[in-house]
């Protein structure tokens, strides 16, 4: 089975001065401006990282309860947060790290067996193996 989902950017202006819109295939985000002072300056509107960040806890989370099920358990709640962090470092920037934080109850296990799945579940999350090394492939039109 094969899924393709996409999203989508536009941008006029250079880079400080410019600005940009985020849009995805469900619509959740459609025209989400975006620009430098979003992504550099705290100015409101979304970036590239924190959307990188969300998808990963998602991803992850759903991964675990699926972990979970197949371990005979089931969460009442979990939360996940990723911190993505954007560094300048030669060449540019880069993202140096993708830290996931996780808060959960799961009733009838314990803290060991929580972490052991939750590891489990951080190596195989499709975004988290997207993230460790993918081939990236570039189409490229100039209109």
Known sequence: MQIN???SAQWSGGLKDGKGQISTQSSALKHYPYGFSSRFEGIPGTNPEELIGAAHAGCFTMALSLI??????KA???ETTAKVTLESVEGGFAI???????TGTVPNTDERTFVELANKAKAGCPVSKALSAVPISLDVKLA
């Open 5 to 7: 989902r996409t999203g």
């Open 68 to 73: 979970l099920e197949e371990a005979g358990l």
């Open 76 to 78: 009442t709640d979990m």
């Open 96 to 102: 140096t790290a993708i830290h996931l934080t996780l």
